[in-house]
């Protein structure tokens, strides 16, 4: 049986995560479909079909998609699912949103944040914040999983040459409408697919000082910028920004945590990552335990002494 | 309005769990167990709700052992008014704690119904959606801001690229992300005070309701650990060994 991958999207481009979720689905099967479901979406189901390892695009075009609202799209996708083995989406907030929705109206479990197949129903995910991975085995028909993006590489963008078959039915469920949207607008690179990212803590004191300390190290590095839960909490960076346990995971070549201590539920968001460097003038800190590099120092003086060694 | 809250007994978010030898499942022998952080967000919610005037009443849920009894009664002194245990020694997971909480929805009839975003021992972040789906109402997922209108909610989610607000018609359910609200501490004449208040058990049998696990565990184990690497005197040092020797610059 075929592989059911759902895309996210905002109509014009496929979002990271699906490749790394159509990847995860090749390891179930080699006939991956990848159903992109939104209002007037062509262009993301043309840059859909081009996916390396996408047999077919399935397309729903419809008014009451524009906005991935899980009531209208959970119909849709139940329905498509009867016929696959697998139905996979990435574990972001759009993946964490639906699947769990579609998975009880099939009376299937769901299997979460999935960071590797064993076989066809066997998969590891991590628990406890990432401090215990468990190796389970589901026994339901259909396996409806979500993906951690960070533990499969990307599918290629191109290379692909999928049929696109149109899917109708979809409608508004009468239960939900979309109001708006702050979404943060920034030039750098997508936090959960950097390959280099810093990160800013409590010890920042003030969005001020975040943005005038951490921000220029990014754009010097060409990085994403994260933040603790402590630093967002705190209102120093957005609810986005946050890595961990309950935020995003991350797992960069390079992470440089300033100003962090190493919490267990910061560290399950960053612990994959290559490199770890950390800054903190606590030696004590436990994110030392987990950093390649630590520099024991106030970040305010380090933090421009770096800067200026990386303009040499 | 009625409002029903969710509330799990998990292991305390400070505690560090540990494998067993054999790798069958986590030791969780003599561990301290609070409530889980989300649901006291939850009871938090619900709670402000009704001194706002907008709940009438608020009924705290937990499935599972008989020591569940502690986070009702944490539940009850936060301010909840009374409490459902639905008792079973069973492994619980979310499809099925789904369906009791469906059951027990079912008969409370309730307008909002709240759970934790994510419970932090099986970090599955289901149940709400879950549950939304079985009772074929709408839900309003990683909650920082609920508005409670005339027979709809908006709700503000924390969704990856930021802040979505969409408005859902009740009932709802809504689960909570970290920046909903603080929780407050509970007092002590709060905890003397829920004692009193009424704590009514059930079961997954009562409720019709077979909670056989679709997964099966078959085995645990620690992640690779990371060895901690050296200190460097400065940002110059840094900058070499991250150029020469980590080769990622
Ligand atoms: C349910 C739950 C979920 C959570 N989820 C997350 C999550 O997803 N992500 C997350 O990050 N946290 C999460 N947390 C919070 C976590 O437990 C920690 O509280 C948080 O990570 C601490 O943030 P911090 O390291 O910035 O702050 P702190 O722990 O206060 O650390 C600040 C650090 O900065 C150092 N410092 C201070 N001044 C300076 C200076 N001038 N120069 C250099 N160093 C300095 C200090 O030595 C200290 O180590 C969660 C907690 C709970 C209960
Ligand atoms: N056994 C349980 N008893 C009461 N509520 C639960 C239970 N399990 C899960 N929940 C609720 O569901 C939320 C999400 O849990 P999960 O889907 O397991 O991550 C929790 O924050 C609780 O509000």
Known sequence: MAILVIAEHDNSQIKSGTLNTVTAAQKLGSDVHLLVAGAGCAAAADAAKQIAGVSKVLLADAAALAHPLAENLTPLVVDLAKQYSHVLAPATTFGKNLLPRVAALLDVAQISEITAVESADTFVRPVYAGNVMATVQSSDAIKVITVRTTAFEAAAVSGGAAAVEAVSGAADAGLSSFVSQELTVSDRPELAAAKIVVSGGRALGSAEQF?????????????????????????????????????????????????????????????????????????????FQVADYGIVGDLFSVLPELMTELSK | ???????????????????????????????????????????????????????????????????????????????????????????????????????????????????????????????????????????????????????????????????????????AVLTTDLRLNEPRYVKLPNIMAAKKKPLDKTSPADLGVDVTPRLKTLKVAEPAKRSAGVKVANAAELVAKLKNEAKVL
């Open chain 1, 211 to 287: 943005k005038a300390v951490i921000e220029p190290l990014a754009d010097k590095l060409g990085a994403a910028v994260g933040a603790s839960r402590a630093a967002v909490d705190a209102g120093y960076a957005p609810n986005d920004y946050q890595v961990g346990q309950t935020g995003k995971v991350v797992a960069p070549q390079l992470y440089v945590a300033v100003g962090i201590s190493g919490a267990i539920q910061h560290l399950a968001g960053m612990k994959d990552s290559k490199v770890i460097v950390a800054i903190n003038k606590d030696e004590e800190a436990p994110i």
């Open chain 2, 1 to 171: 309005m009625k409002v029903l809250v969710a509330v799990k007994r998990v292991v305390d978010y400070n505690v560090k769990v540990r494998v067993k030898a054999d790798g069958s499942d986590v030791d969780v022998a003599n561990v301290k167990m609070s409530m889980n952080p989300f649901d006291e967000i939850a009871v938090e919610e619900a709670v402000r709700l009704k001194e706002a005037g907008k709940a009438t009443e608020i009924v705290a849920v937990s499935m599972g052992v008989k020591q569940c009894e502690e986070t009702l009664r944490t539940a009850l002194a936060m301010g909840a008014d009374r409490a459902i245990h639905v008792e079973t020694d069973a492994e619980l997971q979310p499809l099925a704690v789904a369906k009791l909480l469906k059951q027990v929805a079912v008969k409370e009839a309730p307008q909002l119904v709240i759970l934790g975003k994510q419970a932090i021992d099986d970090d599955a972040n289901q149940t709400g959606q879950m549950t939304a789906a079985l009772l074929g109402w709408a839900q309003g997922t990683f909650a920082s801001k609920v508005e409670l209108g005339d027979g709809s909610v908006n709700v503000t989610r924390e969704v990856d690229g930021g802040l979505e607000t969409v408005k859902l018609s009740l009932p």
